[in-house]
């Protein structure tokens, strides 16, 4: 086989065996991992592949580590590392959410958004320090105005990345939609009927749920959970009556805590109940009536029979549209992990202390520090950004020495 990348046909042969494998060969830097990379592709016989691994080993090979080739191709240069952390999503994505907010990361766009903020911000700071380094000079590197506006050009984008944003530590877990309403208004038969389990115990007594009970539902864009509680009137959500550590004391505050924490708040009705929505703690996301079958009433809420699924599919679309966002919100919307957001953040209170130096009488070397700190902050987010990349600005800039 030549040099050049591409494939070629062989048969492999040990211990008196010959099988068809074809051998693509990736000569750096065009492979994965920038390295010299050599696959083998066999017939997908897990113990030939066995045998080929033990064999392969038996010559010096060894497994790769978890994440080795990823790691190679960040320390190469082939990747910075939030689309390292894109590659990490990828992998483990369990929906379209986690698997399309994974393919923004690997195409570089939140790297992408941040390099313009990080070049206004080493360039203000370059500026900055040169005037420091030729303070006993009459020169007027950056103008305290032009180092206001840049700063201020810079809390914009970070500000709007942040408000902008969905954070992947809410796609990556199955979001929790709660069926909330008055005793006996259908929650746990809806419950049954949305999981096509037998999952609540179902009975005509009002009060029969006494317990937060949950179930797994697959929608249309991802898994959720869904949460039966026990049923609530006003009584149950005014001033406290029941006595600490009682039954009826232990149902309300379950209750209260799982519709506290909802990402996904339904309030049920029985659709033969005239009285008004009872005022639960928070505002719903959605209203559902039930026993639609024994009363055919109009209005804007969503109308369903579990006994007959009428409406069933519509509800179906409702709680997918309320848990998982509009056409998509993770398309719409960069995503965030932990160390993203903890980046931004400390990199916007460096920005703000600057702003505020800037406006007062500090000397120039506290201003600096404030940004070489927030520079750092978003440097880590896709590689640190070094002392010696200000220098460069500097020497790019002005004609020094001469």
């Not at 030549?2 to 070629?8: H, L």
């Not at 040169?130 to 984008?157: K, M, N, T, W, Y």
């Not at 746990?188 to 179930?215: E, H, K």
């Amino acid at each position: 086989m030549s040099d050049a990348p591409g494939a070629g046909p062989m048969m492999l042969a040990w211990d008196n065996m010959q099988i068809p494998a074809t051998v693509y060969r990736f000569r750096t830097p065009r492979s994965y991992s920038s390295d010299d990379i050599i696959e083998l592709h066999i017939p997908g016989n897990p113990l030939l592949t066995q045998l080929l691994l033990e064999t392969i080993g038996k010559r010096g090979a060894r497994p790769a580590e978890a994440g080795e080739f990823t790691a190679r191709a960040y320390f190469n240069g082939r990747l910075d590392l939030a689309q390292a952390e894109g590659v990490a999503i990828a992998v483990s994505a369990h929906s379209q959410r986690e698997a399309a907010a994974a393919r923004r990361l690997l195409a570089g766009e939140l790297t992408g958004l941040l390099r313009p903020v990080i070049e206004n911000i080493a360039q203000t700071l370059a500026l900055l320090e040169a005037g420091i380094d030729f303070s006993e000079e009459d020169i007027s590197f950056l103008p305290r105005d032009q180092a206001v506006d840049r700063v201020d050009r810079a809390l914009s984008v970070l500000r709007e990345l942040l408000g902008g944003s969905v954070r992947f530590e809410r796609l990556t877990r199955e979001p929790a939609i709660v069926l909330a309403g008055r005793p006996n208004a259908g929650k746990s038969t809806l419950l049954n009927a949305l999981t096509g389990t037998r999952r609540a115990v179902v009975s005509p007594v009002a009060g029969t749920t006494r317990d937060v009970i949950w179930s797994a539902l697959n929608l249309p864009r991802g898994s959720v959970r869904v949460t039966d509680t026990a049923g609530l009137d006003e009584s149950s959500i005014g001033p406290q009556v029941e006595a600490p550590g009682s039954i009826p004391h232990q149902m309300r505050a379950r209750a209260l805590r799982a519709i506290e924490s909802a990402d996904v708040l339904v309030l049920v009705i029985d659709s033969l109940d005239s009285r008004p929505p009872i005022a639960l703690a928070r505002a719903a996301d959605l209203i559902v009536r039930t026993k639609a079958d024994l009363f055919a009433g109009t209005g804007a809420d969503l109308r369903v029979s579990a006994l007959l699924g009428t409406g069933m599919d519509d509800l179906g679309r409702a709680l997918d549209l309320a848990a998982f966002g509009g056409e998509s919100e993770s398309a719409a919307s960069l995503a965030l992990n932990a160390r993203h957001v903890a980046a931004v953040e400390r990199a916007i209170e460096s920005l703000n202390s600057a702003r505020e130096n800037l406006s007062g009488n500090p000397g120039d070397e506290l201003i600096a520090l404030d940004l070489r700190e927030a520079l750092d902050a978003l440097g880590s987010i896709a590689g640190q950004i070094t002392p010696d990349d200000v220098l460069g600005r500097i020497f790019a800039t002005f004609c020094i020495g001469k």
